[in-house]
């Protein structure tokens, strides 16, 4: 297994940016494909961005488009989402998740998630 701790969340004026991270430790060495999924008050956790193993494969949320850039440093264990032009819709729990399957949209995908980091946009 994996275990993840996200860090770097906080709380940042509309327009800003925020680079979160995600550092894993155990078995780092299974090849594991990462995502960031987000879950604000009251609504369901959706998904916001995911790297493969190698980082060539990137996907996001249409919502972050543009906006977010995922990325990975392998020799580092850590995940990064760096978050830019950030606007109150933004604001949730930003979690990170290991799938041992490859990349995906779906949370149950996920083998490993981590506690969460809180993100607040302010207008």
């Known amino acids: 297994q994996v275990q993840l701790v996200e860090s770097g969340g906080g709380l940042v004026q509309s327009g800003g940016s925020l680079r979160l991270s995600c550092a894993a430790s155990g078995r780092t060495d299974r090849g594991y494909a990462m995502g960031w999924f987000r879950q604000a008050p009251g609504k369901e956790r959706e998904f916001v961005a995911a790297i493969s193993w190698t980082g060539l494969i990137t996907f996001y949320a249409d919502s972050v488009k543009g906006r977010f850039t995922a990325s990975r440093d392998n020799a580092k264990n850590t995940m990064y989402l760096q978050m830019n032009s950030l606007k109150p819709e933004d604001t949730a729990v930003y979690s990170c998740?290991?799938?041992?399957?490859?990349?995906?949209?779906?949370?149950?995908?996920?083998?490993?998630w981590g506690q969460g980091t809180q993100v607040t946009v302010s207008s």
């Open positions: 998740a290991a799938a041992s399957q490859g990349s995906s949209r779906a949370p149950p995908n996920y083998d490993q």
